[in-house]
Each structure stands twice: as C-alpha cells, then as structure tokens.
C-alpha cells in the first residue's frame, strides 16, 4: 500500500512516503536538496541516502548513530 502524504503548514512541508524511490526524480532530487529533513521509519537505504546527503561519513559513529535514528 502506498503510503503519501503531502502538506505545508506555514514553512514545513511534511511529506510521508514508504520509499525515496516510490517519488518521481525530479521531486526525489528536490526533497533530498531540503536543508532540514528529519527522517522517521525509514528503510535503510534511505536512511543511508539521508545520512549522505547530510555529508555524514560512512563508518564514523555519526553516520552509524543517524542511520539508526532515522531508521527508528
């Protein structure tokens, strides 16, 4: 089941979705270039792909500590 949600409420954009893939590239790219994105429930791979584009390193505990929080 598709899960997507949409709406702004005065400068937040809150946007549920089960996966960065199920959103056309062209919005996918526009989410990822959000300053302040908080993930939630995430799957691994976008949890990976959030904590890349916050410019995280893979292998420090930064990555590792972000990855699991957004997966949570």
């Known amino acids: ?31 990822l270039l959000i300053k302040d994105k908080k993930g939630s429930g995430t799957t691994y791979e976008d949890a990976v792909t959030l904590a890349t584009c916050a410019r ?3 292998g420090t505990d930064g990555f590792s500590g972000f990855v699991g929080r957004t997966m949570a």
């Open 56 to 58: 995280l390193l893979p």
């Open 1 to 31: 089941m598709l899960k997507q949600v949409f709406f702004c409420r005065g400068e937040r954009l809150v946007a549920g979705v089960n996966s960065l893939d199920e959103l056309p590239a062209k919005l996918r790219k526009a989410v």
